[in-house]
């Protein structure tokens, strides 16, 4: 059964840092053994939106909210996924989730949410001014 855990929320100060990480489990049996991933996140009142996602080659793709500040990344081999936040807003406040594709998905890299089959429950944000 697979499974996306996220973790490293928390409450920081504007201008401040926050790794998010998401654990995946279920994998092991498929190929490749980490599907194509993407951050999400949703607001209080919003709609959830793509923060940024990655290829199969890892070329990542940003929102235009968070690009130059957000980085998202991976290792395979942990089967993680990751995003590091740096400078950031009261506006990034939300609960951020992982979600993934399916396993031979030929969208990597989409920012289009209804692709994503799989995702976590979420952590929260929260950036104080």
């Known amino acids: 059964q697979v499974q996306l855990v996220e973790s490293g929320g928390g409450s920081v100060q504007a201008g401040g840092s926050l790794t998010l990480s998401c654990a995946t489990s279920g994998y092991s049996g498929y190929t490749p053994n980490m599907p194509c991933m993407a951050w999400f996140r949703q607001a209080p009142g919003k709609e959830r939106e793509t923060v940024a996602s990655?290829?199969?080659?890892?070329?990542?793709y940003y929102s235009e909210s968070v690009e130059g500040r957000f980085t998202i990344s991976r290792d395979v081999a942990k089967r993680e996924l990751y995003l590091q936040m740096n400078s950031l807003e009261p506006e990034d406040t939300a609960m951020y989730y992982c979600?993934?594709?399916?396993?031979?998905?030929?969208?990597?890299?989409?920012?289009?949410?209804?692709?994503?089959?799989?995702w976590g429950q979420g952590t929260q944000v929260t950036v104080s001014s």
């Open positions: 979600a993934a594709l399916p396993p031979n998905s030929d969208k990597c890299g989409t920012f289009r949410l209804d692709r994503y089959i799989n």
């Open positions: 990655l290829t199969r080659r890892d070329t990542p």
